[in-house]
T-cell receptor, first 110, second 116 residues
Framework: GQQLNQSPQSMFIQEGEDVSMNCTSS?????WLWYKQDPGEGPVLLIALYKAGELTSNGRLTAQFGITRKDSFLNISASIPSDVGIYFCAGLHFGNQFYFGTGTSLTVIP | SAVISQKPSRDICQRGTSLTIQCQVD?????MFWYRQQPGQSLTLIAT?????????ESGFVIDKFPISRPNLTFSTLTVSNMSPEDSSIYLCSVEDPGQGAYEQYFGPGTRLTVT
């Protein structure tokens, strides 16, 4: 299947700092989704991106659909303790199957 | 977005037994998916379940091991058969909702399975 690589694998940041993470693929995707997963819970959809170059915000979160259609970026501004969790990207290649990234674990230190 | 519930939320099972996981959606959806998430790992698609047709399984997953039912547009079950400790994972169902001309997937809370 398609491989989506996320980086960094983990992050430890101070409360109030901004966070950046990205997701790259060797294949072109038509849709990018970003999810957050808390321990013991299912992933929750944060942002959906549909067009190359698209920049979309959801509160303190901003995500971008890369121009090459092979990558996507997620930024979190002014992090707070409840941002802790694992963030996954997912890309739609063809048809209806999404491929999920390897995940970025975020720890926010108060 | 669709609201999805799963039963059970967690279970501890003995090897060699089977467990059926239920997924209920609060609205009618065409596409339902079953994923496996092994400890500390990403999500791996097991199969796609459309109402009225047999499930489509991904490479590495077979119907005898993971039989799926999709009797209507709001419900599906996944059975993990003849379990072994390697089947210990979180099992997630998801549904696809059309949004802005494209499709978004929403997940249930997951079923945490431990096989001893």
């Amino acid at each position: 299947g398609q491989q989506l690589n996320q980086s960094p694998q983990s992050m430890f940041i101070q409360e109030g700092e901004d966070v950046s993470m990205n997701c790259t693929s060797s294949s072109i995707f038509n849709t990018w989704l970003w999810y957050k997963q808390d321990p013991g819970e299912g992933p929750v959809l944060l942002i959906a991106l549909y067009k190359a170059g698209e920049l979309t915000s959801n509160g303190r979160l901003t995500a971008q659909f890369g121009i090459t259609r092979k990558d996507s970026f997620l930024n979190i501004s002014a992090s707070i303790p409840s941002d802790v969790g694992i963030y996954f990207c997912a890309g739609l290649h063809f048809g209806n199957q999404f491929y999920f990234g390897t995940g970025t674990s975020l720890t926010v230190i108060p | 977005s669709a609201v999805i519930s799963q039963k059970p939320s967690r279970d501890i099972c003995q090897r060699g037994t089977s467990l059926t996981i239920q997924c209920q959606v609060d609205s009618q959806v065409t596409m339902m998916f079953w994923y496996r998430q092994q400890p500390g790992q990403s999500l791996t698609l097991i199969a796609t379940a459309n109402q009225g047709s047999e499930a489509t399984y991904e490479s590495g997953f077979v119907i005898d091991k993971f039989p799926i039912s999709r009797p209507n547009l709001t419900f599906s079950t996944l059975t993990v058969s003849n379990m072994s400790p390697e089947d210990s994972s979180i099992y997630l169902c998801s549904v696809e909702d059309p949004g802005q001309g494209a499709y978004e997937q929403y997940f249930g809370p997951g079923t945490r399975l431990t096989v001893t």
